[in-house]
Each structure stands twice: as C-alpha cells, then as structure tokens.
C-alpha cells in the first residue's frame, strides 16, 4: 500500500464466492480531512498468467467523510482458477483511493 493524500486503505478483506463466481472486497478507508469529500474506489483484477488482461474491474463514486469509512466491491471472475497444490494459480488485485481524480492510496 502506498498512501499519498487524506485518504487510504486501512483494510481489506476478500471474501471469495466460488459458486457464484465472484468475490468481494471488504475496504475499510480512513479519510484524514476535517470535511466530506467525493472519491473513487477501484478495484482491477488480474490473471498472474495473463497480465495484460483484465479479469474485472469495478469502480465506484463514494462520499468519503471524515474518519472510517468501509465500502465493499464485489467482481465477478467467470471461468476462476482455483488454486492447489498442483495448479497454484493466482490473481493480482489493484485496488485505489482517488479524490479529484489524484490517486490517494493503491
């Protein structure tokens, strides 16, 4: 994680929903300003074994006030890899904090 404004991710839970193939990212943001403000929380998922290419992406406008915040976010990942022993595939996962369009935390 990489704080650089008022805002950043304090915690993140991922909550996979194998069945439904998808899953949801419990985000607690803290907000350091004295004042509400409007933002963007992003979530980009990506195979390990294909980069270049987004799996899902999701984004959502949020009123950030002052203090705590939690926002959940959910992706679906159709077709998902599941990780064993003998196929340990993984996804990368950027998720970011943006106020006036300035990333704030990713």
């Known amino acids: 994680l990489i704080a650089t404004g008022n805002a950043c991710l304090e915690d993140v839970f991922i909550e996979p929903k194998v069945t439904d193939s998808e899953v949801t990212f419990h985000m607690m943001v803290s907000h350091a300003a004295s004042r509400s403000c409007p933002a963007r929380v992003a979530v980009v998922v990506r195979s390990t074994t294909d980069p270049a290419s ?52 990713t």
Do not use: C, F, M
């Open 54 to 105: 987004t799996v899902d992406h999701v984004e959502e406008a949020v009123d950030l006030k002052p203090g705590r915040n939690r926002r959940d976010l959910t992706v679906q990942i159709p077709d998902a890899v599941l990780w064993s022993p003998e196929n340990p595939h993984l996804y990368h996962v950027e998720i970011s904090v943006a106020i006036d369009d300035v990333v704030s935390d």
